[in-house]
């Protein structure tokens, strides 16, 4: 068994702008540039960032949703950049997904026993009535009824779909899981019960999520690390603690003094960062931060920041440190 | 007190079919005084959206109807001016801002025409006159390139962008009350951070009163004088934003505080509220949250609760708070 479930080195994304008659490329949207993590079993990674950052993506290459352009990602120490066929069922049953929208998620026409059993019926893991009394026990295990087996989505409100998208991804026994944006579309108190749901199957089954979200508070609350990602860069990575604590990257204090939060004990001071993230289709020289930044340097308009650890497991990407 | 700028009585707007009365909101009561901001807070489906929409009459026929009440707006009820004395109203004395500004911008009609066509409707200008107002409304809420933006479309700017193109739409008459249904929700935090400040600019420099429509106890924190809770379409609490954080009374307003996680603390497990918001198509006789409260006694599912004056300025819904 390897050290870690995933690691991702290098990982790219570039999706080809093409225009005119003939369809030319006439450049890329870089949607990932070069992002190196790995996730340890039974470990939490958030990743945070704003629209575009490129997370999502992270998430969907991972799952091989889309092919990366670039990089590696092994998964339990397999290599599944480039699986084809069985290779790649096979590295599904050890990372499954959760998506934002559940609803969009679930096919309508498959009652929720027959969603939930698919992906052990295609694995050939169980036949097809041992995989329906599993998906009865799943149905049990997220905090549903058993007899929900026989319902259709429809019937179900958003946080009991979302404990339905969640069933269908432990059916296979994942020691990976990938959720984005799992809890945004949910309303808080059902949000904190799908929150509180997605902790106990930590401990109970010894998963690591890598949690994508927007929100900071939730990514604290859920992670063990975050890593925060700007314009298909990660810029800093770090445990939990040391990063909300002592945030070294400048856009990573900004994030986190642009939060709103309801009971703020440490009054900080609040960044206000100027202007939009610029184009991934047309990225800055140096740093990507740099048209943002409050801190900004000559030297960070043409040399890209490399990666320096600051605290234990702590590090950032920028020219303030190193 | 002065007379409020505009007082909510008793307001009732149902949806009625053939088969169901949806009692979308169920006899409220808001106070919002000049210059003051209003905060509405509440889950997916508790009537906020229903509230604003009726003052501005803008309530979706033929099904929606406002069946009670009044809304005195400087004193006169909005709910007896005929329809052009209404639309004479909106965009001009009282306007409103919408959580996703792509699908309230006009696709096809440039930034300029759409700005300055407000101030030929209402205060009589000429085109010319018009658009050069808008150039110096764009500016003043940090539109880069004003001049250049009014000869744009909606879908050549961003969501930050056409936020602002949203504010400077809604404040350019220099209405004396604005409503912001979700303005923020839709945008990245640094991005609500620039659109907060600027709207709380735009406030203490104009003295328009806002009533915010949100879910997120962030922003309230960040935005709110006063800060009304609704449940089940009605206010359940209602006080100054200050002490709505620090000794929240109502369970409901309680268990909402518990649910979130925090950016600054660490919480082990969340709390969360059992069961889903009653139907508001067949709400119980008694208290409405009684169902779901962890405090709930006999009493409260037999009678429903008044809202009363718990302390100076402290409205309550529930029999339960002394």
Same mark, same amino acid.
């Given at each position: 068994?390897?050290?870690?479930?995933?690691?991702?080195?290098?990982?790219?994304?570039?999706?080809?702008?093409?225009?005119?008659?003939?369809?030319?490329?006439?450049?890329?949207?870089?949607?990932?540039?070069?992002?190196?993590?790995?996730?340890?079993?039974?470990?939490?990674?958030?990743?945070?960032?704003?629209?575009?950052?490129?997370?999502?993506?992270?998430?969907?290459?991972?799952?091989?949703?889309?092919?990366?352009?670039?990089?590696?990602?092994?998964?339990?120490?397999?290599?599944?950049?480039?699986?084809?066929?069985?290779?790649?069922?096979?590295?599904?049953?050890?990372?499954?997904?959760?998506?934002?929208?559940?609803?969009?998620?679930?096919?309508?026409?498959?009652?929720?026993?027959?969603?939930?059993?698919?992906?052990?019926?295609?694995?050939?893991?169980?036949?097809?009535?041992?995989?329906?009394?599993?998906?009865?026990?799943?149905?049990?295990?997220?905090?549903?009824?058993?007899?929900?087996?026989?319902?259709?989505?429809?019937?179900?409100?958003?946080?009991?779909?979302?404990?339905?998208?969640?069933?269908?991804?432990?059916?296979?026994?994942?020691?990976?899981?990938?959720?984005?944006?799992?809890?945004?579309?949910?309303?808080?108190?059902?949000?904190?019960?799908?929150?509180?749901?997605?902790?106990?199957?930590?401990?109970?089954?010894?998963?690591?999520?890598?949690?994508?979200?927007?929100?900071?508070?939730?990514?604290?609350?859920?992670?063990?690390?975050?890593?925060?990602?700007?314009?298909?860069?990660?810029?800093?990575?770090?445990?939990?603690?040391?990063?909300?604590?002592?945030?070294?990257?400048?856009?990573?204090?900004?994030?986190?003094?642009?939060?709103?939060?309801?009971?703020?004990?440490?009054?900080?001071?609040?960044?206000?960062?100027?202007?939009? #993230?610029?184009?991934?289709?047309?990225?800055?020289?140096?740093?990507?931060?740099?048209?943002?930044?409050?801190?900004?340097?000559?030297?960070?308009?043409?040399?890209?920041?490399?990666?320096?650890?600051?605290?234990?497991?702590?590090?950032?990407?920028?020219?303030?440190?190193? | 007190?002065?007379?409020?700028?505009?007082?909510?009585?008793?307001?009732?707007?149902?949806?009625?079919?053939?088969?169901?009365?949806?009692?979308?909101?169920?006899?409220?009561?808001?106070?919002?005084?000049?210059?003051?901001?209003?905060?509405?807070?509440?889950?997916?489906?508790?009537?906020?959206?229903?509230?604003?929409?009726?003052?501005?009459?803008?309530?979706?026929?033929?099904?929606?109807?406002?069946?009670?009440?009044?809304?005195?707006?400087?004193?006169?009820?909005?709910?007896?001016?005929?329809?052009?004395?209404?639309?004479?109203?909106?965009?001009?004395?009282?306007?409103?801002?919408?959580?996703?500004?792509?699908?309230?911008?006009?696709?096809?009609?440039?930034?300029?025409?759409?700005?300055?066509?407000?101030? #030929?409707?209402?205060?009589?200008?000429?085109?010319?006159?018009?658009?050069?107002?808008?150039?110096?409304?764009?500016?003043?809420?940090?539109?880069?390139?004003?001049?250049?933006?009014?000869?744009?479309?909606?879908?050549?700017?961003?969501?930050?962008?056409?936020?602002?193109?949203?504010?400077?739409?809604?404040?350019?008459?220099?209405?004396?009350?604005?409503?912001?249904?979700?303005?923020?929700?839709?945008?990245?935090?640094?991005?609500?951070?620039?659109?907060?400040?600027?709207?709380?600019?735009?406030?203490?420099?104009?003295?328009?009163?806002?009533?915010?429509?949100?879910?997120?106890?962030?922003?309230?924190?960040?935005?709110?004088?006063?800060? #009304?809770?609704?449940?089940?379409?009605? #206010?359940? +609490?209602?006080?100054?934003?200050?002490?709505?954080?620090?000794?929240?009374?109502?369970?409901?307003?309680?268990?909402?505080?518990?649910?979130?996680?925090?950016?600054?603390?660490?919480?082990?497990?969340?709390?969360?509220?059992?069961?889903?918001?009653?139907?508001?198509?067949?709400?119980?006789?008694?208290?409405?949250?009684? +169902?779901?409260?962890?405090?709930?006694?006999?009493?409260?599912?037999?009678?429903?609760?008044?809202?009363?004056?718990?302390?100076?300025?402290?409205?309550?819904?529930?029999?339960?708070?002394?």
């Amino acid at each position: 068994m390897s050290q870690y479930v995933l690691e991702v080195k290098d990982l790219k994304k570039y999706f080809p702008i093409r225009s005119g008659v003939f369809k030319r490329t006439v450049g890329h949207v870089r949607a990932v540039d070069g992002v190196s993590f790995d996730v340890k079993p039974g470990e939490t990674l958030g990743i945070v960032g704003e629209s575009g950052c490129g997370k999502s993506t992270t998430g969907r290459m991972i799952m091989r949703l889309t092919t990366p352009t670039d990089g590696k990602i092994l998964i339990d120490g397999k290599d599944i950049t480039h699986a084809k066929g069985a290779a790649l069922r096979e590295s599904r049953r050890h990372a499954q997904m959760v998506f934002q929208d559940p609803y969009a998620s679930l096919n309508p026409k498959m009652s929720v026993g027959e969603s939930i059993a698919e992906p052990l019926i295609v694995n050939k893991v169980l036949s097809r009535d041992d995989a329906f009394e599993r998906a009865a026990q799943l149905l049990d295990t997220v905090g549903l009824r058993r007899t929900d087996i026989t319902r259709f989505p429809h019937e179900f409100s958003g946080g009991q779909r979302q404990r339905i998208g969640i069933a269908r991804a432990l059916a296979l026994n994942p020691k990976l899981i990938v959720a984005d944006e799992a809890v945004s579309a949910l309303d808080v108190s059902i949000q904190s019960q799908i929150l509180n749901l997605l902790m106990d199957l930590k401990h109970e089954f010894n998963l690591a999520y890598l949690f994508i979200s927007h929100n900071l508070a939730v990514v604290r609350h859920i992670s063990d690390r975050v890593g925060v990602m700007y314009l298909g860069h990660m810029v800093e990575n770090g445990p939990k603690s040391s990063l909300y604590a002592d945030p070294l990257h400048p856009y990573t204090q900004a994030l986190l003094s642009a939060a709103p939060e309801p009971r703020r004990v440490k009054r900080r001071e609040r960044i206000i960062l100027q202007g939009d #993230v610029p184009s991934p289709a047309n990225p800055p020289t140096g740093c990507p931060f740099h048209t943002r930044c409050p801190r900004v340097m000559d030297v960070c308009r043409s040399q890209m920041p490399k990666p320096v650890m600051v605290h234990p497991e702590h590090w950032v990407a920028c020219h303030l440190h190193g | 007190m002065a007379e409020p700028l505009l007082a909510i009585r008793d307001l009732k707007t149902y949806f009625v079919s053939k088969h169901a009365e949806v009692r979308a909101v169920d006899g409220i009561d808001i106070d919002v005084q000049k210059g003051q901001i209003v905060c509405i807070v509440g889950e997916s489906g508790c009537g906020k959206s229903m509230t604003s929409l009726s003052i501005m009459r803008l309530v979706p026929k033929p099904r929606g109807k406002i069946v009670n009440g009044e809304i005195l707006f400087n004193g006169k009820d909005l709910l007896k001016l005929s329809d052009r004395q209404m639309s004479d109203m909106r965009g001009s004395e009282i306007s409103m801002i919408f959580q996703e500004p792509m699908t309230a911008l006009n696709p096809v009609l440039t930034i300029g025409t759409q700005i300055s066509e407000i101030l #030929v409707r209402h205060r009589g200008m000429n085109k010319r006159q018009a658009l050069d107002k808008a150039v110096e409304m764009l500016k003043f809420v940090g539109v880069p390139r004003a001049n250049e933006i009014i000869h744009e479309f909606p879908h050549q700017l961003s969501g930050g962008l056409r936020q602002r193109v949203m504010i400077a739409m809604a404040m350019i008459c220099e209405p004396k009350l604005l409503i912001a249904d979700e303005p923020t929700t839709a945008l990245d935090v640094t991005i609500q951070a620039q659109v907060l400040e600027l709207m709380k600019k735009m406030r203490d420099e104009t003295g328009t009163a806002i009533i915010m429509i949100t879910h997120d106890l962030g922003v309230v924190a960040d935005m709110a004088d006063h800060v #009304v809770v609704m449940y089940a379409g009605q #206010v359940v +609490e209602s006080v100054a934003a200050d002490t709505v954080f620090e000794q929240p009374k109502h369970p409901y307003t309680r268990a909402l505080m518990d649910s979130i996680p925090s950016l600054e603390e660490d919480k082990d497990v969340l709390y969360s509220i059992p069961g889903t918001v009653p139907s508001a198509a067949n709400f119980p006789k008694g208290c409405r949250f009684a +169902e779901r409260c962890p405090l709930a006694q006999p009493s409260c599912f037999d009678k429903a609760p008044e809202l009363r004056e718990v302390a100076p300025g402290h409205l309550v819904r529930c029999d339960l708070v002394s």
